[in-house]
């Protein structure tokens, strides 16, 4: 299981050459989140047909690249989406599922 620990997750809109590993996702990290690179934040990627996605994730000591690749259907996930999601709306993007609606039962005031 895909374990987020702490950090942002920050959705580029732009489709993604799959072909780029931890220089060309850096270099467009940077460009499009200027600052949060080495922050702690994930970075999701996602190619032109939509059915590969890479996360990009600045751990102790070096980069991590995770990569998932669907054998059939897509990642539904709008180009109008907000760029900052939460984890809710990362997981249900990563499982496939397209809500029509998020409702919050309750919040939680840290």
């Keep these: 299981m895909l374990g987020?620990?702490?950090?942002?997750?920050?959705f580029y809109r732009d489709p993604v050459n799959m072909h780029?590993?931890?220089?060309g996702l850096s270099s467009l990290t940077e460009f499009a989140f200027?600052?949060?690179?080495?922050?702690?934040?994930?970075f999701v990627f996602i190619n032109r047909r939509r059915n590969k996605m890479k996360v990009f994730h600045?751990?102790?000591g070096g980069f991590e690249i995770w990569y998932k690749r669907l054998e059939k259907g897509t990642f539904s996930i709008n180009k109008d989406e907000k760029i900052k999601l939460t984890r809710r709306e990362f997981f249900m993007v990563f499982e496939g599922i397209k809500p029509k609606r998020l409702?919050?039962?309750?919040?939680?005031k840290k």
């Design 4 to 10: 987020l620990s702490g950090g942002d997750i920050f």
């Design 20 to 23: 780029k590993s931890f220089e």
């Design 34 to 42: 200027p600052g949060k690179l080495l922050s702690g934040s994930y």
């Design 58 to 60: 600045w751990a102790e």
């Design 103 to 108: 409702n919050s039962r309750f919040s939680v």
